[in-house]
C-alpha cells in the first residue's frame, strides 16, 4: 500500500529564513503528488501538484515544490518565508494504477513564522 | 458559488448513538472521500466514492458507514461501533478519482460524551 513520510512534524522559523519541508513516498510506480495546506480556521486548500513533465512544480504564494523520482521525495520550499504562511502543511500521493487512485495523505507539517 | 458544504460545523454525541455527517458538493464531481483527522496522524482515509452508486472503503472504514445515492451527496455515519469517534472529519470531492485537484469542506468536529 501506498505511504507518505512527513518527518518534520513542526518546524519553527523566523520571518524571510528558507523553508525546505520533506516529504516522501513509498510506491515505486507512476505517482501523482501534491501539497495542500490549512490556514489556521480555514479549509484545506491546494498549493501545488506534479503529474508529469518538469519535475519543478511551481504553487501559489511562491512555493515550489521537485520531484526527485530516484529518492521517491517531493519536497516542498519557498525561498522567504511570511508571517501569514503560518498553517499546516501536508503532502499527499495517488497512484496512477487503476483502482488504485486513492488520495493518501502524510501526517503534516505545522509551519510557525516569528515575525 | 460552487463548493463543499459540511453540516454541522459541531456536533455533540452520546455514547452508543449512532450520528451522520452531511456532506454536498456543487462542483459537478465524480469522486468524493471522508477523511478523519487527528492531531499528529494527518487525515486518514474513511471511505472514498468513485461515481454514485459506488464506495469503497479506505484505510479505517471499520464502524463506518457512507452511501452514494445522489452524485452531490456523500453522507457519513459514525456508528456505536466507533472505538473511537471524536475527532474532526472532513469532506473532500474531486473531478475524477485520483487524478484531479481535491476541494474540501470546512469540516464536522464530533465530540462524543
Known amino acids: 500500500a501506498q505511504s507518505v513520510s512527513q518527518h518534520n512534524h513542526h518546524v519553527i522559523l523566523s520571518e524571510a529564513a528558507s523553508l525546505e519541508l520533506g516529504c516522501n513516498y513509498s510506491y515505486g510506480g507512476t505517482v501523482n503528488l501534491f501539497w495542500y495546506v490549512q490556514y489556521p480556521g480555514q479549509h484545506l486548500q491546494l498549493l501545488l501538484k506534479?503529474?508529469?513533465?518538469?519535475?519543478l512544480v511551481k504553487g501559489i504564494k511562491g512555493f515550489e515544490a521537485e520531484f526527485i523520482k530516484s529518492k521517491f521525495s517531493f519536497n516542498l520550499r519557498k525561498p522567504s518565508v511570511q508571517w501569514s504562511d503560518t498553517a499546516e502543511y501536508f503532502c499527499a500521493v495517488t497512484i496512477s494504477n487503476f483502482g488504485n487512485e486513492k488520495l493518501t495523505f502524510g501526517t503534516g507539517t505545522r509551519l510557525t513564522i516569528i515575525p | 458559488d460552487g463548493g463543499i458544504t459540511q453540516s454541522p460545523k459541531y456536533l455533540f454525541r452520546k455514547e452508543g448513538q449512532n450520528v451522520t455527517l452531511s456532506c454536498e458538493q456543487n462542483?459537478?464531481?465524480?469522486?468524493m472521500y471522508w477523511y478523519r483527522q487527528d492531531p499528529g496522524q494527518g487525515l486518514r482515509l474513511i471511505y472514498y466514492s468513485q461515481i454514485v452508486n459506488d464506495f469503497q472503503k479506505g484505510d479505517i472504514a471499520e464502524g463506518y458507514s457512507v452511501s452514494r445515492e445522489k452524485k452531490e451527496s456523500f453522507p457519513l455515519t459514525v456508528t456505536s461501533a466507533q472505538k473511537n469517534p471524536t475527532a474532526f472529519y472532513l469532506c473532500?470531492?474531486?473531478?475524477?478519482?485520483?487524478?484531479?485537484?481535491?476541494?474540501f469542506g470546512q469540516g464536522t468536529r464530533l465530540t462524543v460524551v
Open positions: 462542483l459537478n464531481h465524480d469522486a
Open positions: 473532500a470531492s474531486s473531478r475524477e478519482l485520483g487524478y484531479t485537484e481535491a476541494f
Open positions: 506534479y503529474f508529469s513533465g518538469d519535475p
